[in-house]
């Protein structure tokens, strides 16, 4: 018996000596874990480049205590399947469209609205306005963390003839990307099909569209202009913004020391400062590489701008201010200056 005794109060302080030390690091990734960044964009691709700047700077700040690998071109899960994947907790990191997961999460819808914002820096700008810390903690409350804000601009490609005004989208076959751009533009006469922007190249080269709108890093990096004939360019007004932030899945970041998440945040608000220099770049640079391959390019004007704006009020604004809790209140607090 007294040996027995001895055996189970040995037990005992062996168990306890191990829960003390689990104990003292209870969510800790300490290198024995690769954490996934997963995007669907090409490496080519700025924002690829971005999420690898994103690995490296940790990596080297954290002494190789986290360690990260990023997989582009949706070669870990396709586009819109990372959100269930993140908010799962099997995916880790993202560069992450918000407004695919606005069937899950309607009010995504006004970061890829027609005219909401006017450039890459008012979007930036969404990380300290009320707009912003809204969108976060939606975020937070459906299972991911904004950690760097970045908005990429977009033009309108087309083949047969140009798309400058609202009225010249009747009878073409487009993709828009987002609910509410489908909206607007099949009130003026488009026929929509919705898809990622990683499957625009072979519905152009097929005939499943014959127009779409998509951000100028994904016009450069997925080769457009090889199947486009005609481009409205951003470079000087776009009515086509879209928020793509790089985020973390709610398990993960629960899962990091506190020190674990200071680096990660530091590193963040680091590179945004690079995301709006990417985006304002690739909004000149796409008309460019456009004309270097023969497409025909017309840069939007400020009064062409308005009209759309005017058309975006009407159809899209409306339509989420009517559908989506609390959606007059999101335009309004996107809208303020």
Not at 4 to 15: K, P
Not at 118 to 137: D, F, L, P, V, Y
Not at 233 to 260: C, D, G, R
Not at 275 to 287: C, F, L, R, S, T
Request: with cysteine.
């Amino acid at each position: 018996m007294k040996c027995y005794l001895r055996l189970n109060f040995a037990v005992i302080v062996v168990c306890a000596f191990f829960l003390s030390i689990c104990g003292s690091v209870p969510n800790l990734y300490a290198g024995s874990k690769i954490l996934k960044i997963s995007h669907q964009f090409a490496e080519s691709d700025v924002r690829h480049k971005l999420a690898v700047l994103f690995k490296e700077k940790v990596e080297k700040l954290t002494n190789g205590e986290l360690k990260f690998r990023v997989y582009p071109a949706a070669s870990l899960y396709k586009p819109k399947a990372q959100f269930e994947a993140l908010r799962k907790g099997t995916l880790d990191f993202s560069v992450f469209p918000l407004a695919y997961a606005s069937g899950k999460v309607p009010e995504y819808d006004i970061t890829l609205m027609p005219c909401i914002i006017t450039n890459a820096k008012s979007g930036m700008a969404w990380r300290n306005k009320a707009i912003g810390k809204e969108i976060q903690a939606i975020s937070e409350k459906a299972g991911i963390k904004i950690l760097m804000w970045l908005w990429y601009g977009g033009g309108i490609g087309s083949k047969g003839r140009p798309i400058i005004l609202p009225q010249d989208v009747k009878g073409f076959k487009m993709r828009a990307a987002g609910k509410m751009f489908e909206y607007m533009l099949n009130k003026a006469g488009a026929s929509i099909t919705s898809m990622p922007s990683s499957e625009l190249y072979t519905a152009l080269q097929t005939g499943v569209l014959d127009a779409c709108l998509t951000s100028s890093t994904s016009f450069i990096s997925y080769r457009l202009y090889e199947q486009l004939e005609y481009f409205n360019s951003p470079e000087n007004y776009a009515i086509w913004y879209m928020a793509e932030p790089f985020v973390v899945s709610m398990k993960t970041w629960k899962k990091l020391t506190p020190k674990q998440r200071q680096v990660i945040e530091k590193v963040s608000l680091e590179l945004e400062k690079k995301g709006i220099e990417d985006a304002e770049k690739a909004n000149a640079q796409v008309a460019q590489i456009m004309k270097e391959h023969g497409v025909k390019v017309h840069a939007m004007t400020k009064d062409e701008w308005e009209k759309w704006r005017d058309l975006a009020v009407k159809t899209s604004w409306k339509h989420f201010a009517k559908k989506v809790k609390d959606g007059q209140k999101l335009i309004d607090m996107a809208t303020k200056e």
